[in-house]
């Protein structure tokens, strides 16, 4: 992954994600929630998590969403640590990580009755909302990674020009 991790320490690493996963969990929850008060006012009554007017997100909220984002941080750490499958591609543990994903909201919805899990539709939301989630955050993984290949690439060229280095001297 980043070789600049490997100088950082297991628990400011988890931290990191903690933080991480708390803060879009409500920079998410808040979009929604002024996104459906403006198109859906009826929001409030398919799930707690919505408070409208001035009342915003619950304290009691906000505490489930701090539990929900240890747990996720911890299936992060196990499944992207170096000790879980070292050779398990990237492709699949990105399939994990959803997959965990939707248990683990799931579980945290039935627990915290954070939404009505016998409607059919408000799931489907849930479904949708977590795979457009997942998508935008590999997209910018993908780029993120391209971006690393070019300057590591250019980094090589500029290092074999120096050393006068080319591939036909390497075999």
Known sequence: MDRELGKVSFFTRFTRNIITIFSLSVFAISAAGMTAAHFAPNMQEMSSMFAFAPAGLTYNTIMQLACFSIVMAAVSAVLFSEYFVDKL???????ILFIATLV?????????????????????V????????????????????????????KLLEK????????????A
Do not use: H
Request: net charge positive; aromatic share 18%.
């Open 89 to 95: 591609r990237f492709l699949w543990r990105i399939s």
């Open 104 to 124: 683990v909201f799931y579980v945290f919805s039935v627990i915290c009755n954070w939404f009505n899990i016998n409607e059919p539709l408000i799931l489907l």
């Open 126 to 153: 849930f479904f949708l909302s977590t795979v457009i989630c997942f998508s935008i955050s590999i997209g910018l993984t993908i780029v993120k990674l391209n971006i690393e290949r070019k300057k590591y690439g």
């Open 159 to 170: 290092y074999k020009a120096q050393n006068n280095l080319n591939s036909s001297n390497n």
